[in-house]
T-cell receptor, first 118, second 113 residues
C-alpha cells in the first residue's frame, strides 16, 4: 500500500519555540493532504486541508497564525506550530490523498508526531 | 449534519467473539465510508471501506454492513484475536467538500485471550 511518512515521530520543545512537522508521501503524489490533531483517547480532529501550490484551508477554530501549513510540492506538506505552549501538546497526524486514486477517496495516514511542550 | 456518531465507546470480547461497532450519520451527501484501526501511538490504518450503493462488504475477518435507508453502518470482526485489540474509527467522506473525512468518536476494543 501507499506510504506516508511523518517526521519527527516525537518532539519535546520548550514553551515559546516553534516546531516543524513534515509529512511526505513516499510512493505517490498527493495534491491534497490533511492535518489532524488527536488528544488522548479521543477521535481525530481535522485542523486544515493542505493543497499543493495554494493556501491551506483551516477548520473553524484553528488559528492560522499558530499552525502554519505549507504544501510546496506534490509529496511534502509541513505543519509548523509557532510559539508553542503546553496546551499545544498533542498527537498530530497527517493524511494524503493519492492523486491517482482520488476517485476512491482513499486516504493514507502517517504514523503521527507526538509533540510535548514543556 | 457533519457528525458521525459511533457506539459503543468501548467493547470487551473473548477471543473468537464478534465485536460489533455501529455508526450513524445524518448527511446523505456522504459518499464513502471507511473504517480505520489505530494502535496506541500510531496513525490510523485503513481496514475496509464501503460505498452507499453496497449493503455489505467483506475483507478477511472484517465485514461492513451498510443500511442506506437507516443511515447506519457497522463493522463486524469475525473470530476476533487479541491482536485485534485497538481503537476503531468509522468515518464518512464528503467528496464535494474536498474529500474531507468526518470521524466517529472511536471504539476501544479489547479482545481477551
Amino acid at each position: 500500500g501507499a506510504v506516508v511518512s511523518q517526521h519527527p515521530s516525537w518532539v519535546i520543545c520548550k514553551s515559546g519555540t516553534s516546531v516543524k512537522i513534515e509529512c511526505r508521501s513516499l510512493d505517490f503524489q498527493a495534491t491534497t493532504m490533511f492535518w489532524y490533531r488527536q488528544f488522548p483517547k479521543q477521535s481525530l480532529m481535522l485542523m486544515a486541508t493542505s493543497n499543493e501550490g495554494s493556501k491551506a484551508t483551516y477548520e473553524q477554530g484553528v488559528e492560522k497564525d499558530k499552525f502554519l501549513i505549507n504544501h510546496a510540492s506534490l509529496t511534502l506538506s509541513t505543519l509548523t506550530v509557532t510559539s508553542a505552549h503546553p496546551e499545544d501538546s498533542s498527537f498530530y497526524i497527517c493524511s494524503a490523498l493519492n492523486r491517482d486514486r482520488g476517485s476512491t477517496g482513499e486516504l493514507f495516514f502517517g504514523e503521527g508526531s507526538r509533540l510535548t511542550v514543556l | 449534519q457533519q457528525q458521525v456518531k459511533q457506539s459503543p465507546q468501548s467493547l470487551i470480547v473473548q477471543k473468537g467473539g464478534i465485536p460489533i461497532i455501529n455508526c450513524a450519520y445524518e448527511n446523505t451527501a456522504f459518499d464513502y465510508f471507511p473504517w480505520y484501526q489505530q494502535f496506541p501511538g500510531k496513525g490510523p490504518a485503513l481496514l475496509i471501506a464501503i460505498r452507499p450503493d453496497v449493503s455489505e462488504k467483506k475483507e478477511g475477518r472484517f465485514t461492513i454492513s451498510f443500511n442506506k435507508s437507516a443511515k447506519q453502518f457497522s463493522l463486524h470482526i469475525m473470530d476476533s484475536q487479541p491482536g485485534d485489540s485497538a481503537t476503531y474509527f468509522c468515518a464518512a467522506r464528503l467528496k464535494a467538500a474536498g474529500n474531507k473525512l468526518t470521524f466517529g468518536g472511536g471504539t476501544r476494543v479489547l479482545v481477551k485471550p
